[in-house]
Structures are given as C-alpha cells and as structure tokens.
C-alpha cells in the first residue's frame, strides 16, 4: 500500500491492483483509505498497531 500510495495511486485503484496481484479479498477499500490516511499523516511505520 505504501507503494501504491507513493505512486500517487488513488484508494481503490490502489486496493485493486493489489487484490488482483494478491487475490480478491485479500484487501477491501476501506482498510485502504485508513492506510493511505496514516500515510498522509506522515506515519510510515508499517505494522499494523493503531497510531490514532
């Protein structure tokens, strides 16, 4: 996602590129948009613990 959100990708071009490269529920949009939302906050740490 970090990729896909430096690319300048939107959300849900970015959550289906991923899904068909790594199978379709393998990620939904919404968890896309809190992703790219963390990233725009500056957080680039890539585990998944809650930052908000």
């Known amino acids: 996602m970090l990729y896909e ?3 300048g990708s939107a959300v849900k071009t970015a959550a289906k590129d991923i899904c ?3 199978g379709k ?3 939904s ?3 896309c ?3 790219s939302s963390k990233f ?3 957080v680039l740490d ?3 613990k809650p930052v908000f």
């Open 5 to 7: 959100f430096e690319k």
């Open 20 to 22: 068909d490269v790594y």
């Open 25 to 27: 529920d393998v990620l």
């Open 29 to 31: 949009v919404r968890k």
């Open 33 to 35: 948009q809190r992703w």
């Open 40 to 42: 725009r906050n500056g």
């Open 46 to 48: 890539l585990s998944d």
